[in-house]
């Protein structure tokens, strides 16, 4: 069965700092894509990245860092010098290739940037 | 080009009522899916559809809901007898074709009193 786990239910960090988000999956399928959201507090779902089961290459945009770990199948996010507009409720997911086309969506973890 | 649009973006349903969530992908697209986030909780899966069929319907409760994606026209999703524990944000995605990522809409927050 898919699942991904986000240990993480909220962090806490004080403007400036780097703060990681973990992403834990689990699936039997060799192809799949893994992703990740941002639920600000106005609720909607932002779509930040997304990576395919192939490509283990680390991905930068701006202050934004994701590493995908097939190994410990993991995806985890770095914001880099965060800011308060990066507070929001971050969500990982995952979906497999081909077939029905569904995500799973991680619990989410709730990140507050502090002033 | 417009993203994916939802409506309404709040609705209020006394217990009974029918609820009716609305659902225009972005244009292009001809894939929609139907989300359903509980209070506190991630996004769960409900019901996947192109046009005029249901690819995907595993994530729907099995009664009191349905959901169509006529040829022309939004997708909506149908909630009908609603209860208390109906009350979620409902979040509608679309995509191009399968195996891309999907576009999520504003949601609907549908509180039932």
């Known amino acids: 069965a898919q699942k991904v786990t986000q240990a993480q239910t909220e962090i806490s960090v004080v403007e400036k700092e780097d703060v990681t988000l973990d992403c834990v999956y689990e699936?039997?399928?060799?192809?799949?894509?893994l992703f990740w959201y941002k639920q600000p507090p106005s609720g909607e779902l932002v779509f930040l990245i997304r990576r395919n089961s192939f490509d283990e290459q680390n991905e930068i945009s701006g202050r934004y860092s994701w590493n995908f770990q097939k190994s410990t199948s993991s995806f985890n996010f770095t914001i880099t010098a965060s800011q308060v507009v990066d507070s929001a409720v971050y969500f990982c997911a995952l979906s497999e290739a081909g077939g029905t086309y569904k995500y799973i969506f991680g619990t989410g973890t709730r990140l507050k940037v502090l002033a | 080009n417009a993203g994916v649009m939802q409506n309404p973006r709040h609705l209020v349903r006394r217990r009974g009522q029918e609820a009716r969530l609305r659902c225009s992908p972005m244009k292009g697209h001809s894939h929609v899916y139907w989300y359903r986030q509980l209070p506190e909780e991630g996004l769960k899966f409900m019901v996947y559809?192109?046009?005029?069929?249901?690819?995907?319907e595993s994530g729907m409760p099995k009664e009191r809901f349905s959901a169509e994606f006529p040829k022309e026209g939004p997708s909506i999703l149908r909630i009908q007898q609603v209860v208390r524990g109906d009350s979620a944000a409902y979040f509608c995605?679309?995509?191009?074709?399968?195996?891309?990522?999907?576009?999520f809409g504003q949601g609907t927050r549908l509180t039932v009193v």
């Open positions: 995605a679309s995509s191009s074709q399968q195996g891309t990522e999907a576009f």
């Open positions: 559809l192109q046009k005029e069929n249901i690819i995907d």
């Open positions: 699936t039997r399928d060799t192809t799949y894509y």
